[in-house]
T-cell receptor
Framework: GENVEQHPSTLSVQEGDSAVIKCTYSDSASNYFPWYKQELGKRPQLIID?????GEKKDQRIAVTLNKTAKHFSLHITETQPEESAVYFC???????????FGPGTRLSVLP | DAGITQSPRHKVTETGTPVTLRCHQTENHRYMYWYRQDPGHGLRLIHYSYGVKDTDKGEVSDGYSVSRSKTEDFLLTLESATSSQTSVYFC????????????FGPGTRLTVL
């Protein structure tokens, strides 16, 4: 079955700096890769996703890149803000796949 | 919030007692999921459903059962709760569109003493 690894497990950056979180997956059939942000005590919230037919997707200061050959994808946040401190999860799934496999999460701290 | 609610939101119970958690959705989604979330493990799939009376096991299904007798409700039952089942439980739905997005309910914090 699918296995998703995520690094780093914790990340601290200064406000305004960039943050990068990387994930690898094992199942070459996976073709949908969402990223979730989870604030303390809250539910995971989808922030961006990418499908295997594109290599990059951007939404304002957040971008995700995908390398299908190497089976890895990354989340990039530029000009980070303290309110973006949270745990971020990556996941992998197949299109119309019945389940998603999540990475263990990255705790991002943006220091003011 | 994709019209997903969970009940109860918090529960404390004793080892050996049965517990049922309810997930309710208002938007007629076919796919529903139960996850547990523990520190260092992210979100792990317990069971999922792809329609009324259609369910299947996930990665950590031992000690759990589910039922889905109507589209809007997906129940998770711990037949005899154990301390290892202390966790935060999230229900989720998958939006059936071209986009596959999965949305989560607010979560249930379960403590088994």
């Amino acid at each position: 079955g699918e296995n998703v690894e995520q690094h780093p497990s914790t990340l601290s950056v200064q406000e305004g700096d960039s943050a990068v979180i990387k994930c690898t997956y094992s199942d070459s059939a996976s073709n949908y890769f969402p990223w979730y942000k989870q604030e303390l005590g809250k539910r995971p919230q989808l922030i961006i996703d990418i499908r295997s037919n594109v290599g990059e997707k951007k939404d304002q200061r957040i971008a995700v890149t995908l390398n299908k050959t190497a089976k890895h994808f990354s989340l990039h946040i530029t000009e980070t803000q303290p309110e973006e401190s949270a745990v971020y999860f990556c996941a992998a799934s197949t299109h119309y796949g019945q389940n998603f496999v999540f990475g263990p999460g990255t705790r991002l701290s943006v220091l003011p | 919030d994709a019209g997903i609610t969970q009940s109860p939101r918090h529960k404390v119970t004793e080892t050996g007692t049965p517990v049922t958690l309810r997930c309710h959705q208002t938007e007629n989604h076919r796919y529903m999921y139960w996850y547990r979330q523990d520190p260092g493990h992210g979100l792990r799939l317990i069971h999922y459903s792809y329609g009324v009376k259609d369910t299947d096991k996930g990665e950590v299904s031992d000690g759990y059962s589910v039922s889905r007798s109507k589209t809007e409700d997906f129940l998770l039952t711990l037949e005899s709760a154990t301390s290892s089942q202390t966790s935060v439980y999230f229900c989720a739905i998958r939006a059936e569109s071209a986009f596959d997005e999965q949305f989560f309910g607010p979560g249930t914090r379960l403590t088994v003493l």
